[in-house]
């Protein structure tokens, strides 16, 4: 019956593997085929990706970006205004949309931009998917328009975007020709006295009045989305600019700056779509993995505790040719464990159900633990254990998990030490943080392996290579490490001057403070 229930899971992960897969390759067609940058960030505006667009527009590549917070990129005076509309977005749940700031280019300078977007809120997991538009040459053509006419006129002849004025309740007194007839199939006659909101669709009007004159009364611009009749008799989804300016005699006037935006609201809704199908799959394979893993870690104690017990006590009593099949089930009893609880903290760690259970602990007691815990796999790997603390050192700690950190990184010494290599652990304070470092003398870390250390899945492959090392493993245990130790408000620090050069790892946690 176990058999079965694996076979069945693995066939059902494969199948949501195949389908996520599908879903990002489409997810991601869409996004390289517009010319605005997508960006999604945490409730915290912590950027978890952008769009390749963000070099073009803004100078930067996307890992230059992600992992940074948006506030950082954005001009000092636009910072709370775009502070409050986020923390709008997330109250609401409504769509945002911010007219007009200012992006920090990486060559310096300051570009305009608008943005528009929506927080997504999916089993806790809220994301902000945010489209951002380069609309600098935009701000620069509104500004030499209200600065003189003449110009005004030459540059709107020769723009892409519709641009019309009118005056104050909306009455059409000046459109350019050419954006007009490709936007909406008409003639300047057909619009020249008539009122913008005639060419409205009637759902959008009321509401594009509204928002139009409470903007204007606020902050003399506003910016909205509607649909207009094209002379053909379909709709046209646009996005329209206002400005209110003042002519030479003194007299009101808006200017509204029009741009056909059918492709990018067609791509918006499939992105979100894509979005909660991806969500979707990803919690759904979570689930599954959770599950499962559940369901074998049960019979695998029972397996792994039985196999310990008989080589701590019946090892004398146990044949040679017995011996090595009960070392083998050890062995993989006690790989399967560690791989099981790793995917158990990782589902939680995801879904943000990790919690701790805080009490004074002897950091030293628990080191001694974790080291007990591997010894049998150090001494058939014929590598020493030097150890160097004081008796006791409290700390206010998750008992279970930082014993799992400590066993996680001494396995991961253990496993890159060559036999008869020596694994230094040193317990000390320092700096108000309590320290447990972990120095090897085995085969070292080049700098682009200490980059990928601690991503999840990060594992660092040395097939093929003249190692005499272990590489099995999922790349979980580190990923784990660190996040158990960041709830924990400490660190985790790593040394290497290089290949065959030996590591460091230093656990750092904060020192309990006495009452």
């Given at each position: 019956?176990p058999?079965?229930?694996?076979?069945?899971?693995?066939?059902?992960?494969?199948?949501?593997?195949?389908?996520?897969?599908?879903?990002?390759?489409?997810?991601?067609?869409?996004?390289n085929?517009?010319?605005?940058?997508?960006?999604?960030?945490?409730?915290?505006?912590?950027?978890?990706?952008?769009?390749?667009?963000c070099?073009?527009?803004?100078?930067?590549?996307?890992?230059?970006?992600?992992?940074?917070?948006?506030?950082?990129?954005?001009?000092?005076e636009d910072?709370?205004?775009?502070?409050?509309?986020?923390?709008?977005?997330?109250?609401?749940?409504?769509?945002?949309?911010?007219?007009?700031?200012?992006?920090?280019?990486?060559?310096?300078n300051?570009?305009?931009?608008?943005?528009?977007?929506?927080?997504?809120?999916?089993?806790?997991?809220?994301?902000?998917i945010?489209?951002?538009r380069?609309?600098?040459?935009?701000?620069?053509?509104?500004?030499?328009?209200?600065?003189?006419?003449?110009?005004?006129?030459?540059?709107?002849?020769?723009a892409?975007?519709?641009?019309?004025?009118?005056?104050?309740?909306?009455?059409?007194?000046?459109?350019?020709?050419?954006?007009?007839?490709?936007?909406?199939?008409?003639?300047?006659?057909?619009?020249?006295?008539?009122?913008?909101?005639?060419?409205?669709?009637?759902?959008?009007?009321?509401?594009a009045?509204?928002?139009?004159?409470n903007?204007?009364?606020?902050?003399?611009?506003?910016?909205?989305e509607?649909?207009?009749?094209?002379?053909?008799?379909?709709?046209?989804?646009?996005?329209?600019?206002?400005?209110?300016?003042?002519?030479?005699k003194g007299e009101?006037?808006?200017?509204?700056?029009?741009?056909?935006i059918?492709?990018?609201k067609?791509?918006?809704?499939?992105?979100l779509?894509?979005?909660?199908?991806?969500?979707?799959l990803?919690?759904?394979?979570?689930?599954?993995?959770?599950?499962?893993?559940?369901?074998?870690?049960?019979?695998?104690?029972?397996?792994?505790?039985a196999s310990?017990?008989?080589?701590?006590?019946?090892?004398?009593q146990?044949g040679e040719?017995?011996?090595?099949?009960?070392?083998?089930?050890h062995?993989?009893?006690?790989?399967?464990?560690?791989?099981?609880?790793n995917?158990?903290?990782?589902?939680?760690?995801?879904?943000?159900?990790?919690?701790?259970?805080?009490?004074?602990?002897?950091?030293?007691?628990?080191?001694?633990?974790?080291?007990?815990?591997?010894k049998?796999?150090?001494?058939?790997?014929?590598?020493?254990?030097?150890?160097?603390?004081?008796?006791?050192?409290?700390?206010?700690?998750?008992r279970?998990?930082?014993?799992?950190?400590?066993?996680?990184?001494?396995s991961?010494?253990?496993?890159?030490?060559?036999?008869?290599?020596e694994?230094?652990?040193?317990?000390?304070?320092?700096?108000?943080?309590?320290?447990?470092?972990?120095?090897?003398?085995?085969?070292?870390?080049?700098?682009?392996e200490?980059k990928?250390?601690?991503r999840?899945?990060?594992?660092i492959d040395?097939?093929?290579?003249d190692?005499?090392?272990e590489?099995?493993?999922t790349?979980?245990?580190?990923?784990?490490?660190?996040?158990?130790?960041?709830?924990?408000s400490?660190?985790?620090?790593?040394e290497?001057?290089?290949?065959?050069?030996?590591?460091?790892?230093?656990?750092?946690?904060?020192i309990?403070?006495?009452?």
């Open positions: 019956m058999r079965e229930v694996n076979n069945t899971s693995i066939d059902k992960s494969n199948d949501i593997e195949s389908k996520l897969r599908e879903s990002e390759e489409k997810f991601q067609s869409l996004i085929n517009l010319s605005d940058i997508i960006l999604e960030g945490n409730s915290k505006t912590i950027v978890t990706y952008v769009s390749p667009q070099y073009d527009i803004m100078g930067y590549k996307p890992d230059e970006i992600v992992g940074r917070s948006a506030l950082d990129f954005i001009h000092p910072t709370t205004k775009i502070a409050k509309v986020i923390l709008t977005g997330i109250k609401t749940k409504k769509p945002i949309s911010v007219p007009k700031y200012r992006l920090l280019h990486k060559n310096g300051f570009i305009f931009v608008s943005a528009k977007g929506k927080y997504i809120d999916r089993n806790g997991d809220g994301r902000f945010v489209a951002i380069d609309i600098t040459a935009r701000v620069e053509i509104e500004q030499k328009l209200i600065e003189s006419s003449t110009k005004y006129k030459l540059i709107s002849e020769n892409s975007d519709l641009i019309l004025v009118a005056s104050e309740d909306l009455i059409i007194e000046y459109v350019n020709k050419e954006p007009l007839y490709k936007l909406g199939g008409y003639s300047v006659d057909d619009v020249l006295g008539k009122r913008a909101l005639n060419f409205i669709h009637i759902d959008d009007a009321k509401n009045l509204i928002k139009f004159f903007a204007f009364n606020r902050e003399g611009h506003g910016t909205i509607a649909r207009i009749k094209h002379k053909h008799g379909h709709l046209v989804y646009v996005e329209i600019h206002g400005s209110l300016f003042h002519n030479e009101p006037k808006a200017l509204l700056i029009t741009r056909d059918t492709d990018r067609n791509a918006e809704k499939l992105i779509e894509e979005n909660k199908k991806l969500l979707g990803s919690q759904i394979k979570s689930e599954l993995i959770a599950t499962t893993s559940h369901e074998l870690k049960t019979p695998l104690n029972s397996i792994y505790a310990q017990l008989l080589l701590s006590n019946f090892k004398d146990i040719e017995a011996l090595k099949f009960v070392e083998m089930i062995r993989g009893g006690q790989k399967l464990k560690f791989l099981i609880e995917l158990l903290d990782t589902s939680k760690i995801e879904s943000e159900k990790m919690i701790l259970h805080l009490q004074q602990e002897n950091i030293v007691e628990l080191t001694t633990n974790s080291i007990n815990d591997i049998y796999w150090a001494d058939n790997r014929n590598i020493n254990i030097v150890v160097d603390h004081p008796k006791q050192m409290y700390v206010l700690v998750d279970i998990k930082i014993e799992q950190v400590i066993t996680n990184i001494l991961n010494a253990i496993k890159f030490t060559l036999p008869k290599g694994i230094h652990i040193r317990i000390y304070e320092e700096d108000q943080w309590v320290n447990i470092s972990v120095k090897d003398n085995g085969i070292g870390l080049t700098r682009k200490i990928s250390l601690f999840k899945f990060g594992k040395h097939f093929g290579k190692f005499e090392v590489s099995e493993g790349g979980l245990g580190l990923f784990i490490s660190k996040e158990i130790v960041e709830l924990h400490g660190e985790i620090l790593v290497s001057k290089g290949r065959n050069k030996g590591s460091i790892f230093n656990i750092r946690l904060p309990l403070q006495q009452a």
